[in-house]
T-cell receptor, first 114, second 110 residues
Framework: EAQVTQNPRYLITVTGKKLTVTCSQNMNHEYMSWYRQDPGLGLRQIYYSMNVEVTDKGDVPEGYKVSRKEKRNFPLILESPSPNQTSLYFC?????????????FGSGTQLSVL | QKEVEQDPGPLSVPEGAIVSLNCTYSNSAFQYFMWYRQYSRKGPELLMYTYSSGNKEDGRFTAQVDKSSKYISLFIRDSQPSDSATYLCAMENRDDKIIFGKGTRLHILP
């Protein structure tokens, strides 16, 4: 089954404790992206990657890191989480064939930073 | 002016009613227009897409784009309780960047 898998689904942590949210896709997609979703603010892009070893900042990259060492994986790293990073996070992937390509989303990671 | 504007709702309608969801946009470079549906505690899923002005129909759903007015709509006919979800409009420009609306929460009342 074609899917984007995120882990964990729920995470509660404390300020300053480094964490990683994993994302993996099994569709051989070149493009992967991280979004955060907050009430009243909608989906905002954090980082994206057009292919292996290529990453770019989205609209709200501060406080986040990413890496793309393999095509299927795109982890999101919070080196020193703060309460304003409490949010619902989504990983997404798609092909880059030009034209409209369907974006596949994971099921989300609800992060709470205390 | 924000690039994409969408009324967050919530919008509550009785079962069987016709639902109209709308977005406006300001960037004339957008060339693809999409609607994503997001159920509670799930990721968004692509519902419909179009790349030109006019209507596109798929079952009970119709997507409408008016590029001259920079206005897109999603109509749901014979609405069902299972249609209760958040609907996000999304638009893509020639650089492959997708901009999402904030989403409209829809409740279909049995």
């Amino acid at each position: 089954e074609a899917q984007v898998t995120q882990n964990p689904r729920y995470l509660i942590t404390v300020t300053g404790k480094k964490l990683t949210v994993t994302c993996s896709q099994n569709m051989n997609h070149e493009y992967m992206s991280w979004y955060r979703q907050d009430p009243g603010l909608g989906l905002r892009q954090i980082y994206y990657s057009m292919n292996v070893e290529v990453t770019d900042k989205g609209d709200v990259p501060e406080g986040y890191k990413v890496s793309r060492k393999e095509k299927r994986n795109f982890p999101l790293i919070l080196e020193s989480p703060s309460p304003n990073q409490t949010s619902l996070y989504f990983c997404a992937s798609r092909t880059t064939g030009g034209g409209l390509e369907k974006l596949f989303f994971g099921s989300g990671t609800q992060l709470s930073v205390l | 002016q924000k690039e994409v504007e969408q009324d967050p709702g919530p919008l509550s309608v009785p079962e069987g009613a016709i639902v109209s969801l709308n977005c406006t946009y300001s960037n004339s470079a957008f060339q693809y227009f999409m609607w994503y549906r997001q159920y509670s505690r799930k990721g968004p899923e692509l519902l419909m897409y179009t790349y030109s002005s006019g209507n596109k129909e798929d079952g009970r759903f119709t997507a409408q784009v008016d590029k001259s007015s920079k206005y897109i709509s999603l109509f749901i006919r014979d609405s069902q309780p299972s249609d209760s979800a958040t609907y996000l409009c999304a638009m893509e420009n020639r650089d492959d960047k997708i901009i999402f609306g904030k989403g409209t929460r829809l409740h279909i009342l049995p």
